[in-house]
């Protein structure tokens, strides 16, 4: 059997069921088909409901239609029978070596066993995290990393050209407030008595940038104050248009030491967020610059265009961008009436860049809470007349933290939060990346830090791994050539457990496509758990170090492809596969 033979198997069976298809029922014969596989290994490798979609159009019992398609079925090396079950399904039987060829597929191919062509090389962005800089990550932008990350690499597994991109804010009024927030706990180290804005950034990481600006200029950047507390608005008054004031007066007051104040406190978090992406395994190809955006007039033009396609119009001195008309509860400011553009001017004019530089898709990792910001992006899209549907967009639920069964408090309030830098030192990074990857991106997660942190059979990333270092124990204590089992003769793999390990290692390619179609990485985590339970089951049961050379090369053989793609797998999440537990 050739390699491609064993790894397109789910297709080579379509393929028979279609010729029987065409003799049977020829106006069905481009019905699509599909293969499932039955939830017992009795039932067969793979089932097909056609017959009984078929009953109705055909006014046959369906199974005698599923009878008369197993009649007319080609005759192939890889089946051994074909049966009806049920109502009229039609389970097919593959034969023990077309399954038991798969070890040698696996220990050819190795790490890129289960790379498939289905991306075609295509070329995707998958744009994630993208946080402000202004402080640290916390535990809600790790999900998204984890995700983005983990997403990215599936998506190159399944044959596409990915491109990991960052969208840098920093061109923004979170920028500016940032900016003046340290430099007020500038003007507090240097002595001065001021009020700090209760919306201002309260971390401690902004007291520790003004240490930095202090012991690097000292004085420079003292200016008397007395000005900005007497025009302070009282205490009641609207406490954003009270910082928009601060910020004003800060960037009238130091002038062109004002961009140093800002390009400082933007290097050091950046660099931060980059240090600690780096650290958890995410890393990316592109950090896009918003206000490049600015700089090169996109943004400007973006907005021209859509008003000059009657997509934009004036109102109170503003410019609106007619949202409503593309499924937007209301309409949106792209331009103030001070001639500033918004957040939603800029991010219309990034998808026009996205889309400028030929992604044949583009994939946006976003925060659930930004659900409503989806209906006026793609109808931007379509007021540029670029196609919406190249745009996909992938829900993050926050995570929840839990320890010794609480819920742990990440209030944000006076800039209190537990960071991502402060769970990977709790956990480590493979409990985190795992455990983010766990659950469907857009569904609720609770992270229970003491199951990350425990070494135990309900520890999923442990269990996985245990796995893959018991596969290595044993070939350690074999002491033999591990290259050499490619050769091992795997006709004699027939024991139930062995051939479902088998099952299951055949599957995992079709896993990654699946996976890949559904931009759901926590399919691979679940493909993981099972394949690893399916091991640790057969290794507590079974003695693969046996005294029968054969068997025990074949046992050594099947046990080190179910290291190879328990590698494989975890790689894809980001995940290290040790050695030794």
């Known amino acids: 059997m050739s390699n491609a033979a064993a790894l397109d198997l789910r297709s080579h069976f379509i393929g028979l069921l279609r010729s029987a298809l065409f003799e049977v029922a020829p106006d069905a014969a481009n019905l699509t088909l599909i293969l499932e596989r039955p939830k017992s290994a009795q039932h067969g490798d793979y089932a097909c409901s056609v017959a009984m979609q078929l009953a109705k159009a055909m006014k046959r019992n369906p199974r005698e239609i599923a009878q008369a398609l197993v009649k007319a079925m080609p005759q192939s090396p890889y089946l051994e029978k074909a049966e009806i079950a049920g109502a009229g399904f039609v389970n097919l039987y593959l034969k023990p070596a077309a399954k038991q060829h798969i070890v040698r597929v696996v220990l050819e191919q190795r790490q890129t066993y289960g790379h498939i062509r289905v991306g075609g090389g295509r070329k995707v962005q998958v744009e994630f995290v993208s946080a402000n800089p202004t402080g640290p990550l916390h535990v809600g932008h790790g999900r998204g990393a984890a995700y983005g990350a983990s997403l990215a690499s599936l998506l190159e597994a399944a044959g596409f050209a990915v491109t990991r991109e960052y969208y840098v804010n920093d061109a923004g009024r979170q920028m500016d407030i940032l900016a003046l927030s340290t430099w007020l706990r500038y003007l507090q180290i240097t002595g001065a008595r001021l009020e700090f804005p209760a919306n201002a950034y309260q971390g401690e990481y902004v007291r520790d940038m003004a240490r930095q600006i202090f012991e690097a200029h000292g004085q420079r950047f003292v200016h008397p104050i007395d000005s900005l507390m007497r025009d302070s608005?009282?205490?009641?008054?609207?406490?954003?248009?009270?910082?928009?004031?601060?910020?004003?007066?800060?960037?009238?007051?130091?002038?062109?030491?004002?961009?140093?104040?800002?390009?400082?406190?933007?290097?050091?978090?950046?660099?931060?967020?980059?240090?600690?992406?780096?650290?958890?395994?995410?890393?990316?190809?592109?950090?896009?610059?918003?206000?490049?955006?600015?700089?090169?007039?996109?943004?400007?033009?973006?907005?021209?265009?859509?008003?000059?396609?009657?997509?934009?119009?004036?109102?109170?001195?503003?410019?609106?961008?007619?949202?409503?008309?593309?499924?937007?509860?209301?309409?949106?400011?792209?331009?103030?009436?001070?001639?500033?553009?918004?957040?939603?001017?800029?991010?219309?004019?990034?998808?026009?860049?996205?889309?400028?530089?030929?992604?044949?898709?583009?994939?946006?990792?976003?925060?659930?809470?930004?659900?409503?910001?989806?209906?006026?992006?793609?109808?931007?899209?379509?007021?540029?007349?670029?196609?919406?549907?190249?745009?996909?967009?992938?829900?993050?639920?926050?995570?929840?933290?839990?320890?010794?069964?609480?819920?742990v408090s990440m209030s944000t309030r006076a800039g209190e939060f537990v960071t991502l830098r402060e769970l990977?030192?709790?956990?480590?990074?493979?409990?985190?990346?795992?455990?983010?990857?766990?659950?469907?991106?857009?569904?609720?997660?609770?992270?229970?830090?003491?199951?990350?942190?425990?070494?135990?059979?309900?520890?999923?990333?442990?269990?996985?791994?245990?796995?893959?270092?018991?596969?290595?124990?044993?070939?350690?204590?074999?002491?033999?050539?591990?290259?050499?089992?490619?050769?091992?003769?795997?006709g004699l793999l027939v024991d139930g457990q062995e051939l479902e390990i088998l099952r299951m290692l055949i599957d995992y390619p079709e896993t990654i496509e699946g996976a890949a179609q559904d931009l759901a990485p926590h399919q691979v985590a679940f493909y993981l758990k099972e394949l690893a339970a399916a091991f640790h089951s057969y290794y507590n049961s079974t003695r693969l170090l046996v005294d029968d050379q054969s068997i025990r090369l074949a046992r050594l053989a099947l046990a080190n492809a179910v290291r190879q793609v328990l590698a494989n797998g975890l790689a894809i999440l980001g995940v290290s596969a040790p050695e030794k537990m």
């Open 233 to 407: 608005p009282p205490a009641d008054s609207d406490l954003e248009t009270h910082l928009d004031r601060l910020i004003a007066f800060a960037r009238k007051a130091l002038g062109a030491d004002y961009a140093y104040v800002h390009d400082f406190v933007l290097t050091e978090q950046l660099g931060d967020c980059r240090n600690d992406l780096q650290e958890f395994g995410v890393t990316f190809d592109s950090w896009f610059s918003e206000k490049s955006l600015f700089d090169s007039g996109l943004v400007a033009r973006a907005v021209e265009q859509l008003e000059a396609s009657g997509h934009v119009y004036r109102k109170d001195g503003a410019k609106w961008f007619r949202s409503t008309a593309f499924d937007d509860e209301k309409d949106r400011v792209v331009q103030r009436d001070n001639g500033q553009y918004t957040y939603f001017a800029s991010d219309i004019a990034y998808h026009l860049n996205k889309f400028q530089r030929g992604f044949d898709k583009v994939v946006n990792v976003w925060g659930a809470d930004h659900h409503g910001y989806i209906s006026r992006v793609t109808g931007a899209l379509r007021a540029l007349k670029l196609d919406p549907a190249k745009l996909t967009i992938a829900l993050v639920q926050f995570a929840v933290l839990y320890r010794d069964g609480r819920k």
């Open 424 to 490: 990977r030192r709790e956990v480590g990074n493979d409990p985190a990346r795992f455990f983010y990857v766990l659950r469907k991106s857009d569904q609720h997660l609770d992270f229970d830090l003491d199951l990350a942190k425990s070494q135990s059979n309900d520890n999923p990333v442990y269990y996985i791994q245990y796995a893959h270092a018991r596969v290595c124990s044993v070939l350690e204590q074999w002491e033999g050539d591990a290259s050499t089992l490619v050769n091992a003769d795997t």
